[in-house]
Each structure stands twice: as C-alpha cells, then as structure tokens.
C-alpha cells in the first residue's frame, strides 16, 4: 500500500521527446517575414509522420513555427490562443504583435525551465505590426534573440552561414523563396529527420499565407555521397 501511494505522489517530468520536428529557418525580406519548415515527424530516429504541419499564425500579426517536441507544440498553440482570446475580449482596437507574443513565449520557456519541466522546442516567431517587422527566436530553457535571420536545430549550423553570405534586406519575394529553398536542401542532403515535403509561409501586413506542401527537386550522384568516408582516417 505505501509503495502504491509513493508511486502515485511522484512528480514525472519528461526526459526526452517522443515525436519531434526538425528545422525551422525564416528571413526578413522587403515586404515581411518568410519561414519555412519541413513536415515530418520523428519517432526517435523512425521518420514515422509525413504530413505534421510545424507553423501557425497567431493572433492578426504573428506567424510561429516550431522544432522539437510536437506534443509541446501544441501545448504552447493552446497558451497562445489562450492568450489571443483574452486580448481579444478587451475590444480596445489593439491586438498583441510579433514583439509582444515573442516575449510572452520567453517567459513561458523560462517558466518551465525554471520547474525543471520544460517544454521541449526551440520556437521562431516572425510578424509585421505597423509597418515594422519583426523576427526572433527562443529556445527550450528559455535563450532568445531577434536577428534578420533565424534557424533552428540543424538549420543553425547549415542554414545561417548560407544566410549570412546571401541575405540582404531588400530582397524580393521570389529571392526569398529562393534562398529558403536552397537552405532546405542543404538541410535535406545533410539532416537524417529532414522529408522531401515542405511548406513556405510568409506574413505581411495583409495577414498569413502557408504554401500547400511541395517537394525540391534533388540531385544525389555526387561523388562524396557514393563513398562519404573514403581517405578519412579511422574510418570503416
């Protein structure tokens, strides 16, 4: 009996993810915010979802997307609308923008980290309010930063220095779709829980629009993929 009672007193936190999103990589450009993610879903190393939608708007001016944890996520979709519904009930004629909803999140991540009970996701949050646009980024313990461009997971080592060669703040829509793409397909050929199925949204002062899922054309006869490790020393 006091074992039984003992087991159902103690506090579980969540020690690893269960089903988990990769990368998420967005950029400013000349009218707004683009941002782009894949649709899979990971069951530990399994890609065993093919269709998991990882960006949403949030409110009139934001757009969010999310890796890790999809369970996660969607807890925090629920705080968000929570939070939207309540703004929404003053009927003021305001509504929260990107930079408000940005730093809601923050403390939200830094909440649960502080609990020792984390939400499992490294988010970016994209928008335009007034004229002024807006992009950052938060990670799982709560670590957060704007920038011209952002990426998550994998997208932070491969993406960023495409990015950081490439980006400029006059850049056209088709440009920006262009660049995004190319990230992606680096991401593709190098990250094992990256799918060939993607979506691009972008948000401008007119509202969001999320691309139905598409897949990049690839190429995979190059010399270094038939043999990756050959002249490497150690290697099998």
């Given at each position: 009996m006091?074992?039984?009672?003992?087991?159902?007193?103690?506090?579980?936190?969540t020690q690893s993810p269960y089903v988990t999103g990769t990368s998420v990589?967005?950029?400013?450009?000349?009218?707004?915010?683009?941002?782009?993610?894949?649709?899979?879903?990971?069951?530990?190393?399994?890609?065993?979802?093919?269709?998991?939608?990882?960006?949403?708007?949030?409110?009139?001016h934001s757009l969010l997307g999310a890796s890790g944890e999809i369970s996660d996520f969607q807890e925090i979709l629920r705080y968000l609308d929570e939070l939207i519904l309540y703004d929404n009930m003053w009927d003021d004629g305001n509504s929260l923008g990107p930079k408000e909803v940005h730093n809601y999140l923050t403390r939200v991540m830094y909440?649960?980290?502080?609990?020792?009970?984390?939400?499992?996701?490294?988010?970016?949050?994209?928008?335009?309010?007034?004229?002024?646009?807006?992009?950052?980024?938060?990670?799982?313990?709560?670590?957060?930063?704007?920038?011209?461009h952002v990426a998550t997971g994998f997208g932070n080592h491969l993406a960023r220095p495409i990015l950081r060669d490439e980006w400029r703040e006059d850049l056209s829509f088709e440009d920006g779709v262009k660049l995004l793409e190319k990230c992606m397909r680096v991401l593709l050929y190098r990250d094992r829980s990256a799918v060939n199925k993607l979506q691009i949204a972008k948000i401008?002062?007119?509202?969001?629009?999320?691309?139905?899922?598409?897949?990049?054309k690839t190429f995979w006869g190059y010399k270094a993929f038939e043999n990756p490790t050959v002249g490497a020393e150690g290697s099998w």
């Open positions: 006091e074992s039984l009672l003992a087991s159902n007193s103690a506090s579980e936190r990589v967005s950029i400013k450009y000349k009218d707004g915010i683009l941002m782009a993610a894949d649709m899979g879903g990971s069951y530990g190393s399994t890609l065993r979802y093919k269709s998991v939608e990882r960006m949403k708007p949030i409110g009139k909440n649960r980290r502080n609990k020792f009970n984390p939400l499992w996701n490294s988010l970016v949050l994209g928008g335009v309010k007034n004229g002024q646009k807006y992009l950052g980024m938060v990670s799982m313990i709560g670590v957060h930063f704007e920038d011209n401008t002062e007119e509202g969001v629009t999320i691309s139905p899922p598409y897949s990049l």
